[in-house]
């Protein structure tokens, strides 16, 4: 479970100007629900998921991971909730070009202090294999396509067994058959491996799929 | 352990990537340990050889020279007022008498030049008596030396040292017999000396002399005085008393400032110890060079951060802790200096031992303990302010840069 209470979030773009980018921004994700966070672009939905992965910090306001209000954690903490308790899918992929396919996939594990119950390469290489990506494991990720680029996002974002799947615009740079097929992907994680998932999208067909729809215009919430 | 094997690899794979930059950023790092450790290796080899120098001399040895040589067992600028005493024949034959000495030979040496065979040569005349062959331990080439006799008959004969003789004759065997010719007057080869093969830095270079008898040498000399004697104390335990003897006989016919009796050891001493000021001030030279290099390596580790803010903000979104990304780029650097480092200490084998042949110089465990952890502190220190620098990015201004 993941709550956002009261969330506000400035930019200081000068030092007269400043943009609100959140305005009191309260919601509940629970455990196994698939969201769609949606609106225009610059209403505020990126920087939303940007608060509920613990990547960045709001200007006001709670932010409760499980138990736990975020603010009272450290950076280490941070990181580690990042790293043990979040998977990440972005619009841009975000692979790490000097590394293989089956290396990107690992990066999380590099950072964990946790003591892992599988084994990480042979898990990384089956989950290479549920996406179809077993031939690219020792590929560059310049080397494959897009769609290609995106399950591999989604494989590394699974291998730490994360509770939640946050994905910003993951579809944005993907055709609508190779986007259809990224949904789908999330739509089994959610329905068969029990993982939440809250995706950020602009486009309202695939923030259809969701079980959920959380509308948001010029910072706020104005249906979910 | 595992984690920071992988960044390590992906450290060496990143150079492999950057070949040329890679080369470039260490060949600052390469110059600087190259010349810190050639600088001692031949600071050494310096060394071993003044050392060897003396000690083929033997023990026991004094040196009279005219005036105050030392002051405070150093040696003092100007090398003493050679032009007030000078010690005669007389003098040589005083310390001949005492019980304490073995030898007391004369010595007086002049720089001149050699025409033989159709050739010129500069050379160092040595004018001395037939005993300085045993007491420098010289072995011998060809011939014979001189002796006692040819000394008494003021006889016209050299003996050539090994180079001297090979730059003149090509071989050192064919000087045997032949005739040399030194400020007009005429002399026979009647011996050459085994390559004794010192000399080039601060000591006396031996192949190059030319030694003749003191006697026959008044024509060079006439005024009949020597720059120099060299003592040989027969009981080398009793060297003071040795020194108190010839002092109350000198003191018969000189003022006690008027010569100086100095032990070999301490010439020894000085000789070393200007040379060890010497390596030192040139070490602390060449380690600027190192300096040089480490701005260098932080100016390559800050592209390298800035090129892969992108990198290091995924990296923090999947877990990545602060010191994590603190350490990946710290041991990238570390690697990269010690890349520089590890070629520099090998260029540095190579060169000793191209010039081993005819150089002494060695390369110690120290030299190289010394260049290693200068240059991979360098790599933590210069490394450092980038690494943290990309380390405290926050996770999604890093990953948003473009």
Known sequence: ?224 | MYYLLTIFLSGLEDFSRNKVRTLLTSLGILIGVLSVVLIIAFGLGLKKSINDQFESLGSGQLILFPGQVLSNGRFKGGGGNQAVTRFSEKDIENLKRLKELKYAIPSVQRSTTVIANGKTEPVDMVMSAADVFVVRNFGLEMGRFFTQQDDQRRAKVAVLGYEIARKLFDEPGNALGKKIKIEQQTLTVIGTVKKVGSGGFGGPDYDNNITIPFRTGYIYNPDKKFSAAVLVVRDPTKLEAAKTAITQTLERDYKKDDFSIVELSQIQGAVTSIFGILSSVLTGIAAISLIVGGVGIMNIMYVSVSERIKEIGVRRALGARRADILWQFLIEAVTLSLFGGLLGISLAFLIVAGVQSFFPAYINVQSVALALGVSSLIGVIFGVFPARKASLLSPIEAIRYE
């Open chain 1, 1 to 224: 479970m993941i709550e956002l209470h009261d969330i506000w979030k400035e930019y200081q773009i000068n030092t007269e100007e400043k943009f609100i980018a959140l305005k009191g921004i309260t919601l509940k994700v629970d455990a196994g629900e698939f969201v769609a966070i949606t609106g225009p672009s610059g209403c505020g939905k990126s920087t939303c998921m940007q608060i509920l992965g613990l990547l960045d910090k709001p200007t006001k306001g709670k932010v409760i991971i499980g138990k736990r209000e975020a603010e009272n954690l450290s950076d280490n903490e941070l990181s580690r909730y990042r790293n043990e308790y979040i998977g990440f899918v972005f619009q841009q992929f975000n692979l790490i070009n000097k590394l293989t396919i089956l290396e990107n996939v690992l990066v999380p594990t590099l950072y964990t202090r946790k003591k892992l119950t599988y084994n990480p390469k042979e898990y990384g290489a089956y989950l290479l294999e549920r996406f179809g990506l077993t031939e690219k494991s020792k590929s560059y990720p310049n080397k494959i396509s897009g769609g290609q680029q995106q399950r591999v996002a989604i494989a590394r974002s699974l291998i730490m067994k994360p509770e939640f799947i946050l994905a910003d615009e993951p579809t944005g740079n993907l055709d609508t058959k190779t986007g259809d097929e990224i949904m789908r992907l999330f739509t089994e994680l959610n329905t068969q491996d029990k993982i939440t998932i809250v995706v950020v999208t602009h486009e309202s067909d695939i923030a259809a799929r969701a079980q959920r729809q959380i509308k948001m215009k010029d910072g706020q919430i104005f249906e979910s």
